[in-house]
């Protein structure tokens, strides 16, 4: 039935979250803030109301790591980026005031701006927004997500883009029988 197999890609979900182990992103690193959902199409971007922000952070070539934040503030962004980024990496970003203060924590900051661009030879945040159209597409098909499971659909979706190279049934067998306590 339906509410059973609801409950059993919940379970498999909550097992990606517990799994998810904290990655430090360094060298060369993308962040980007984007906004989901919403009960009605209207304003984009940092003015549309009722979506959910996130901020990501993607290592070039590496891995990305998404979070739910409560706002865009420097203060968020800031201390999200000070856990996950490895101090003297080169930082790109786009020009929003919120990052403003990156160089003063350490890292070297590249800024775009897209209002003229969406790159300069190696400065953009490419690899960033291909993930949010990843991400997007794939949370389109659930035709809507509750704000309180929201969390677990965007970690998934991280999951899913930093295996998606790996055959992942594997990996997601090994995540939830881990969780089941052994009854031999």
């Known amino acids: 039935s339906y509410p059973t197999a ?56 590496g891995k990305v790591s998404v979070n739910v934040v409560p706002d865009v503030s420097a203060k968020t962004l800031l201390s999200l980026t000070v856990k996950k980024v490895k101090r003297g990496s080169i930082v790109y970003t786009d020009k929003w005031k919120s990052y403003d203060a990156l160089m003063f924590c350490g890292y070297r900051h590249l800024k775009l701006d897209h209002d003229k661009r ?47 190279d790996k055959d992942i049934f594997e990996i997601l067998i090994n995540y939830v029988t881990d969780l089941v306590p052994n009854r031999l």
């Open 6 to 61: 609801l409950k059993a890609v919940d379970a498999i979900r909550k097992s990606i979250v517990v799994h998810d182990k904290e990655y430090i992103a360094s060298g060369n690193v993308e962040m980007d803030e984007a906004y989901f959902g919403g009960k009605r199409k209207g304003n984009r971007g940092r003015g549309a109301g009722g979506k959910v922000p996130v901020f990501g952070i993607l290592e070039r070539d």
């Open 118 to 164: 969406f790159s300069r030879g190696k400065v953009h945040i490419n690899g960033m927004e291909g993930f949010w159209s990843y991400a997007k597409e794939r949370l389109a098909k659930h035709h809507g997500v509750s704000p309180r499971k929201f969390p677990l659909y965007i970690k998934e979706q991280e999951f899913r883009y930093n295996n998606r």
